[in-house]
């Protein structure tokens, strides 16, 4: 294999031949030890790169050196994506389309140029089947040679033609040129394509303003320009080149004459070697500016680039309710298949109900408020104004739409039943003549028996009476009367237990009895009653360290709301709590509003009747 000599930013003009041979045979040693010729990352040692990132909403595919081995978390802009597939180019089935840009300007040396064409139509003859190659050149105009689609005797009969005559270098017009015909082929076809510069590094313009532009444009793109520049030019114009390769995600190496003939021998296996990652976003949503993606590895290493998020794939699945269910007399969970936007408004909701096997028209069944599951925000709880009666129900949205760039409403309406209770009937008690009447049908033969040996007995007794002439009287004696038994006058002094249902959270007799009681009625099962003495503040919520602690309520936050009380008046404050504090039924949230004996409080799906009492002694 030919020596091929790296520089970087730091390459040194002022050179001395043997000097020159030395680094040559040094670079040709670390190349030939597994050092990469294009600056790509082959070696632990080296830090991972982004190459490329390519952003179409809600997929991202993002390349580079050592990117794969240790991803923790990968976001573009604030969103965290989800990580989809991690594998070397070579295994994503991709293609890539190489855009190769040759200046043909007189400052090319020409010792250089005849060996630089043949290797642009060797390196063409290593190209996959899928791949493809354009060829540019550039000096005092940008001209196409090859597209896209060419035949390598096509290439040959060009290279045929091609000359380094030309007094001007327009190097980065011919840059921002390809990038755009690279842009051109959609997505579906190939999203990696790369430039590969060959030049002297000067530019005939010597403007600012026009690299900048190229490099604004290329990022804007998200393509790579690998810059490939020879030895014998001016150190201003090597670091120049490098930095503006760098900047794009490729690279830059600096050659002699006697790698001009394998210059780009080997480079299309080094791109099937990079890394890909296939990420997703929750949405298709693209904000068409600049966004910053970030890889964070578990070693804590953090990998920029600045990306355009300006495409977008066409989402045409609209969400819909996949289920109802009943959870409370008067409250029904909905779960949407996808993330919506609008739901949490009682506006947003309207539900009809016709009673069972009736023809009467449909009645409305008016929603007081909504609360989002903390779990699961697909999760949706609707909370009637009265509780739910038998019947067919039908839910039916408006203004609610999935977080998409088509933003596409709800398409289904919910139906769902709530079954009248069902009496079960239990037999009657058989009477004691009926059962008597049973019990002589299963034992017949025993009457039958019986009846025959009373038979027997009369006859026996008739018979005795005829025989014997004389009956003797006897005296009928008075019944004795019972003593009556003396009745205890004692009574039974019962032990009644404390209402099982009331619980006693808090007396607080370090600071003496208030005179007043707090009585909170669960409205949604009307025997539980929390009392708690006023003090200046008792915070309710799902947390233990709460005054009311409400635990088994799934829509409470752990503090969710306090009563304060403040100058001799009782106040109801909203701790920021996720699904809001409501008062009287009202369906606007409250911050602070002032309570009173027979208010009542909405946290989430609970709903709590507050009354006052002033406690005697």
Same mark, same amino acid.
């Given at each position: 294999?030919?020596?091929?000599?790296?520089?970087?930013?730091?390459?040194?003009?002022?050179?001395?031949?043997?000097?020159?041979?030395?680094?040559?045979? +040094?670079?040709?040693? +670390?190349?030939?030890?597994?050092?990469?010729?294009?600056?790509?990352?082959?070696?632990?040692?080296?830090?991972?790169?982004?190459?490329?990132?390519?952003?179409? /909403?809600?997929?991202?595919?993002?390349? !580079?050196?050592?990117?794969?081995?240790?991803?923790?978390?990968?976001?573009?802009?604030?969103?965290?994506?989800?990580?989809?597939?991690?594998?070397?180019?070579?295994?994503?089935?991709?293609?890539?389309?190489?855009?190769?840009?040759?200046?043909?300007?007189?400052?090319?040396?020409?010792?250089?140029?005849?060996?630089?064409?043949?290797?642009?139509?060797?390196?063409? !003859?290593?190209?996959?089947?899928?791949?493809?190659?354009?060829?540019?050149?550039?000096?005092?105009?940008?001209?196409?040679?090859?597209?896209?689609?060419?035949?390598?005797?096509?290439?040959?009969?060009?290279?045929?033609?091609?000359?380094?005559?030309?007094?001007?270098?327009?190097?980065?017009?011919?840059?921002?040129?390809?990038?755009?015909?690279?842009?051109?082929?959609?997505?579906?076809?190939?999203?990696?394509?790369?430039?590969?510069?060959?030049?002297?590094?000067?530019?005939?313009?010597?403007?600012?303003?026009?690299?900048?532009?190229?490099?604004?444009?290329?990022?804007?793109?998200?393509?790579?320009?690998?810059?490939?520049?020879?030895?014998?030019?001016?150190?201003?114009?090597?670091?120049?080149?490098?930095?503006?390769?760098?900047?794009?995600?490729?690279?830059?190496?600096?050659?002699?004459?006697?790698?001009?003939?394998?210059?780009?021998?080997?480079?299309?296996?080094?791109?099937?070697?990079?890394?890909?990652?296939?990420?997703?976003?929750?949405?298709?949503?693209?904000?068409?500016?600049?966004?910053?993606?970030?890889?964070?590895?578990?070693?804590?290493?953090?990998?920029?680039?600045?990306?355009?998020?300006?495409?977008?794939?066409?989402?045409?699945?609209?969400?819909?309710?996949?289920?109802?269910?009943?959870?409370? =007399?008067?409250?029904?969970?909905?779960?949407?298949?996808?993330?919506?936007?609008?739901?949490?408004?009682?506006?947003?909701?309207?539900?009809?109900?016709?009673?069972?096997?009736? !023809?009467?028209?449909?009645?409305?069944?008016?929603?007081?408020?909504?609360?989002?599951?903390?779990?699961?925000?697909?999760?949706?709880? +609707?909370?009637?104004?009265?509780?739910?009666?038998?019947?067919?129900?039908?839910?039916?949205?408006?203004?609610?739409?999935?977080?998409?760039? =088509?933003?596409?409403?709800?398409?289904?309406?919910?139906?769902?039943?709530?079954?009248?209770?069902?009496?079960?009937?239990?037999?009657?008690?058989?009477?004691?003549?009926?059962?008597?009447?049973?019990?002589?049908?299963?034992?017949?033969?025993?009457?039958?028996?019986?009846?025959?040996?009373?038979?027997?007995?009369?006859?026996?007794?008739? /018979?005795?009476?005829?025989?014997?002439?004389?009956?003797?009287?006897?005296?009928?004696?008075?019944?004795?009367?019972?003593?009556?038994?003396?009745?205890?006058?004692?009574?039974?002094?019962?032990?009644?237990?404390?209402?099982?249902?009331?619980?006693?959270?808090?007396?607080?007799?370090? /600071?003496?009895?208030?005179?007043?009681?707090?009585? +909170?009625?669960?409205?949604?099962?009307?025997?539980?009653?929390?009392?708690?003495? /006023?003090?200046?503040?008792?915070?309710?919520?799902?947390?233990?360290?709460?005054?009311?602690?409400?635990?088994?309520?799934?829509?409470?936050?752990?503090?969710?709301?306090?009563?304060?009380?403040?100058?001799?008046?009782?106040?109801?404050?909203?701790?920021?709590?996720?699904?809001?504090?409501?008062?009287?039924?009202?369906?606007?949230?409250?911050?602070?509003?002032?309570?009173?004996?027979?208010?009542?409080?909405?946290?989430?799906?609970?709903?709590?009747?507050?009354?006052?009492?002033?406690?005697?002694?």
């Amino acid at each position: 294999m030919n020596l091929v000599d790296i520089r970087y930013e730091n390459y040194e003009t002022e050179r001395i031949k043997e000097g020159m041979k030395l680094r040559c045979l +040094l670079t040709g040693v +670390l190349f030939t030890a597994g050092m990469c010729a294009f600056g790509m990352v082959s070696s632990a040692d080296e830090n991972p790169s982004l190459e490329q990132v390519y952003v179409n /909403m809600p997929e991202v595919t993002a390349y !580079g050196w050592g990117i794969g081995e240790d991803v923790a978390e990968v976001y573009l802009g604030k969103e965290k994506l989800e990580l989809v597939e991690n594998v070397p180019f070579s295994e994503s089935g991709q293609p890539v389309y190489y855009y190769v840009l040759l200046d043909v300007s007189n400052s090319m040396p020409e010792a250089y140029f005849d060996d630089i064409k043949q290797s642009i139509q060797t390196f063409e !003859g290593t190209l996959r089947s899928e791949d493809r190659m354009a060829l540019y050149t550039f000096g005092e105009q940008v001209e196409l040679k090859l597209p896209e689609e060419h035949s390598q005797e096509d290439t040959l009969a060009v290279m045929e033609t091609i000359d380094n005559v030309d007094n001007k270098t327009l190097l980065f017009e011919a840059i921002s040129m390809a990038a755009d015909r690279a842009e051109q082929v959609p997505w579906d076809v190939c999203q990696r394509k790369v430039l590969i510069v060959i030049s002297d590094g000067e530019d005939f313009t010597i403007g600012k303003t026009v690299a900048q532009e190229a490099q604004e444009n290329l990022k804007r793109k998200g393509i790579p320009a690998y810059a490939y520049g020879i030895q014998d030019t001016a150190r201003e114009n090597i670091n120049n080149f490098g930095e503006f390769a760098r900047t794009s995600g490729g690279q830059l190496v600096v050659f002699g004459k006697e790698e001009a003939g394998v210059l780009l021998d080997g480079f299309a296996q080094e791109m099937d070697e990079i890394q890909v990652l296939k990420l997703q976003a929750s949405s298709n949503i693209a904000s068409n500016s600049m966004e910053t993606f970030t890889i964070k590895t578990g070693s804590n290493q953090t990998i920029t680039r600045d990306v355009l998020a300006a495409r977008h794939m066409e989402d045409v699945t609209a969400p819909t309710i996949l289920r109802v269910d009943k959870i409370a =007399e008067n409250q029904v969970k909905l779960e949407f298949s996808e993330p919506v936007k609008g739901a949490d408004t009682a506006a947003a909701y309207m539900v009809t109900w016709q009673e069972q096997a009736s !023809g009467d028209d449909k009645k409305v069944a008016a929603v007081a408020g909504v609360s989002v599951s903390i779990d699961n925000a697909n999760e949706i709880f +609707l909370t009637f104004t009265n509780d739910l009666k038998p019947g067919k129900y039908t839910i039916s949205c408006t203004n609610i739409y999935d977080l998409s760039m =088509e933003g596409n409403p709800v398409s289904n309406t919910a139906e769902f039943e709530i079954e009248a209770p069902v009496t079960e009937e239990i037999p009657a008690e058989p009477t004691k003549w009926e059962k008597l009447a049973g019990g002589l049908k299963e034992r017949l033969w025993i009457l039958l028996v019986i009846g025959a040996a009373l038979a027997a007995a009369i006859v026996v007794v008739v /018979m005795k009476k005829r025989k014997d002439s004389q009956v003797e009287s006897f005296e009928t004696l008075e019944t004795p009367q019972e003593e009556s038994s003396a009745v205890s006058n004692s009574t039974v002094s019962l032990i009644l237990d404390d209402d099982d249902c009331t619980r006693r959270l808090f007396d607080y007799p370090e /600071m003496g009895l208030k005179t007043y009681q707090l009585e +909170l009625f669960d409205l949604d099962s009307p025997d539980l009653v929390y009392q708690v003495n /006023m003090t200046d503040t008792i915070t309710i919520g799902r947390s233990r360290d709460c005054m009311v602690c409400i635990s088994n309520n799934r829509t409470m936050s752990g503090h969710h709301c306090e009563i304060v009380l403040r100058d001799g008046r009782m106040y109801l404050r909203d701790l920021d709590s996720k699904n809001g504090t409501f008062l009287n039924e009202n369906p606007n949230r409250i911050t602070e509003a002032e309570l009173k004996s027979g208010s009542i409080i909405g946290m989430g799906s609970a709903r709590l009747r507050v009354q006052v009492r002033q406690i005697n002694g």
